[in-house]
């Protein structure tokens, strides 16, 4: 039996998904997006950093690149995608990050999966479910879920990871960052500064197509 916490959350996230609307996407092309992406600049910073540590520990532990990746996978989802776009939704960036923890919980990351992949796809018309890394052979999503599941496998279960599953991991935090964020910026006329600043992009127009920085 469903717990009746959970039946709550998964009811909350089917009606924001239903609240999803043209009207709503449009205002948060407005002043609001601006608003809510350039306060992401921390969390971007931090995500660099995860990423720097993941590479670092790399030749002596395989095992803690994939851990770090896939937290830097996590921040990216939650704090830079799902917080600014449920900000433009409720017009409240401050209350974004307590309703995105109310939603998917602060471990419930199959949630976050479920609420980015609806609102990627009618906020800037990204669709993990199709979108495909270059050098992949499946879904983005598919291999988020993957590399999840090979972070509960390392923390849960003790498992071992070789370094190709390393490399193959730093590929998806890169792809997460420089080419999921970086497009959902980009559909707002923004951009990532080298010091992790969101900065307005004067250059992009709606009829261009995305260019992976």
Not at 132 to 154: Q, V
């Amino acid at each position: 039996m469903m717990d009746p916490d959970e039946y709550d959350a998964d009811d909350a996230l089917d009606r924001l998904r239903e609240s999803i609307s043209l009207e709503a996407v449009n205002y948060f092309k407005g002043e609001l997006a601006g608003s809510a992406l350039k306060q992401a600049s921390s969390s971007i910073i931090r995500v660099r950093e995860v990423i720097a540590e993941a590479e670092r520990v790399r030749p002596v532990s395989s095992s803690a690149t994939v851990l770090f990746t896939a937290t830097a996978v996590e921040i990216t989802l939650k704090k830079l995608i799902l917080e600014p776009l449920i900000a433009g939704l409720i017009h409240n960036s401050s209350a974004a990050p307590l309703i995105t923890t109310a939603l998917v919980g602060n471990h419930a990351l199959h949630r976050a999966r479920e609420l980015a992949v609806g609102l990627l796809k009618e906020a800037a018309d990204i669709d993990l479910k199709v979108h495909i890394r270059k050098g992949a052979t499946g879904p983005f999503l598919n291999e988020m879920k993957a590399l999840a599941a090979k972070r509960d496998g390392i923390i849960h279960r003790g498992e071992m990871k070789d370094d190709a599953e390393a490399a193959n991991a730093l590929l998806l935090a890169d792809e997460m960052m420089n080419g999921v964020f970086a497009r959902l910026a980009w559909t707002f006329d923004l951009r990532v500064g080298p010091l992790g600043t969101i900065e307005t992009w004067a250059g992009n127009s709606y009829g261009k197509p995305f260019v992976r920085p």
